[in-house]
């Protein structure tokens, strides 16, 4: 942890009444645990919060602490704007349109813009709040079992159950403090990473049957009809990208999901060895080497045959 960057960080804290917490669009487990839990912690602290996400949070993470506290829009007037776990601005949709720059922005993924005043980014972190647990361990900042329970969900669920290859000693020494304070990561694991909706699993049986596999490379399309079909309620793939990723003889997967808006998101996963980000980069996307993603305006097909054309080229 860059001390300056902790200690300027503090300091905006402590001279801030209002604080307005945002993370990006489909959030995954690490933006909601880390949204939710600095928001407990600024709670803590006597701070007035909003929470926003544009796309409210998933079903899966509806079992956290302070969920009915997350707004899909931005109101009111703020001392201090952070955005978390977005890689650039645009991953947080439209909600600060009206509103103008962040102040700080807190992130671990290694295509960051550093699009804030005040950037906090580690990119040897396995998940933004990692970094979360040690600004507030560094800043002496109260930290609860509701922060705690948070927290830990956005580590389980960016390590993948701490097996991704970014996962450190570091990781394993956070998750052990969150656990002394409460937080249970069976329990954590169990909701975030295995418990499916019976619609979700209809979802990725769609996606399953339509499956290609060439060479080392796979990968499969989920359409707005798909979603309809079995009625789905979210705009992602279900974590689909990860079953695909288990394929004995694969080294990349690819899942396309059809939006509403006439684009089309893609996730990538990849094995040691395969740097997928620079792939999401060519297209405006980013992410890490083993995960990345992105969002492109265009008609399904053309997307697909432009993306694997260019994910091809890593193989």
């Given at each position: 942890m860059n001390k300056q960057s902790a200690v300027d960080f503090g300091q905006r804290l402590e001279?801030?009444?209002?604080?307005?917490?945002?993370?990006?669009?489909?959030?995954?487990?690490?933006?909601?645990?880390?949204?939710?839990?600095?928001?407990?912690?600024?709670?803590?602290?006597?701070?007035?919060?909003?929470?926003?996400?544009?796309?409210?949070?998933?079903?899966?993470?509806?079992?956290?602490?302070?969920?009915?506290?997350?707004?899909?829009?931005?109101?009111?007037?703020?001392?201090?704007?952070?955005?978390?776990?977005?890689?650039?601005?645009?991953?947080?949709?439209?909600?600060?349109?009206e509103y103008g720059?962040?102040?700080?922005?807190?992130?671990?993924?290694?295509?960051?813009?550093?699009?804030?005043?005040?950037?906090?980014?580690?990119t040897d972190a396995v998940a933004t709040a990692e970094i979360l647990f040690d600004l507030i361990e560094t800043l002496a900042l109260p930290l609860n079992r509701e922060a705690a329970e948070c927290l830990l969900t956005g580590l389980i669920t960016d390590s993948l159950g701490f097996r991704t290859n970014n996962t450190t000693p570091r990781s394993f020494r956070t998750a052990a403090a969150l656990q002394e304070l409460g937080a249970d990561p069976a329990v954590l694991h169990r909701k975030a990473l295995l418990e499916r909706s019976y619609e979700a699993l209809l979802y990725w049986g769609e996606g399953l049957s339509r499956a290609?596999?060439?060479?080392?490379?796979?990968?499969?399309?989920?359409?707005?009809?798909?979603?309809?079909?079995?009625?789905?309620?979210?705009?992602?793939?279900?974590?689909?990208?990860?079953?695909?990723?288990?394929?004995?003889?694969?080294?990349?997967?690819?899942?396309?999901?059809?939006?509403?808006?006439?684009?089309?998101?893609?996730?990538?996963?990849?094995?040691?060895?395969?740097?997928?980000s620079q792939v999401a980069m060519k297209f405006g996307g980013g992410g890490h080497k083993p995960a990345a993603g992105v969002s492109i305006t265009g008609e399904l097909e053309r997307v697909v045959s432009d993306v694997l054309e260019e994910t091809k080229k890593i193989l």
């Open positions: 001279d801030a009444d209002r604080i307005l917490l945002i993370s990006h669009i489909r959030p995954d487990g690490d933006a909601v645990g880390s949204l939710l839990g600095l928001g407990h912690v600024l709670k803590a602290m006597g701070k007035e919060i909003n929470q926003v996400l544009e796309d409210g949070v998933p079903t899966s993470f509806h079992h956290l602490p302070g969920v009915d506290e997350v707004f899909r829009e931005v109101s009111g007037v703020y001392d201090l704007i952070i955005v978390l776990d977005s890689s650039d601005i645009s991953r947080i949709g439209s909600v600060l349109d720059q962040p102040d700080v922005n807190i992130d671990h993924h290694p295509t960051n813009t550093h699009f804030a005043p005040l950037n906090i980014v580690q290609r596999k060439e060479d080392n490379l796979i990968w499969t399309t989920l359409t707005l009809e798909d979603r309809k079909q079995v009625g789905y309620p979210g705009r992602d793939d279900a974590d689909l990208v990860n079953v695909l990723s288990s394929v004995a003889g694969t080294d990349v997967c690819v899942v396309f999901i059809e939006q509403k808006d006439g684009s089309v998101k893609v996730s990538w996963r990849a094995k040691v060895g395969f740097d997928v």
